[in-house]
C-alpha cells in the first residue's frame, strides 16, 4: 500500500481550510483517511499551522511519502531538516 501525507480541503467558498492526512495514495482526496494529523489555516493572519510532530514521524519511518505543499510547511515547522 502506498501512503501519503497531505492536505485535505474543508471549508466553504473563500473560507478554506485543510486538515493534514494520511492517505492510501490510491484513493481520492475527499475519500476515507486513515489518521488526521494536523490542520493548516491559510487565510488567518499570520497562518495557523498545527502538526502531531511524533504521529507524522511514525508514518514517514513506514515509508509515507509527503505532497510537495506538506513538505515545504514540514520544514518551516522544523518537523523535518532543510538539505540547504
Request: aromatic share 10%.
Amino acid at each position: 500500500m502506498s501512503v501519503k501525507i497531505k492536505l485535505r480541503r474543508e471549508g466553504g467558498k473563500k473560507k478554506a481550510f485543510y486538515q493534514v492526512v494520511v492517505i492510501d495514495s490510491r484513493k481520492p482526496a475527499k475519500g476515507e483517511y486513515l489518521e488526521k494529523i494536523g490542520y493548516y489555516q491559510p487565510l488567518a493572519d499570520p497562518y495557523v499551522f498545527h502538526i502531531d510532530r511524533e504521529a507524522s514521524l511514525k508514518w514517514m519511518e513506514r515509508g509515507a511519502q509527503l505532497s510537495k505543499t506538506v513538505k515545504d510547511l514540514f520544514k518551516e515547522a522544523g518537523v523535518i531538516k532543510s538539505k540547504n
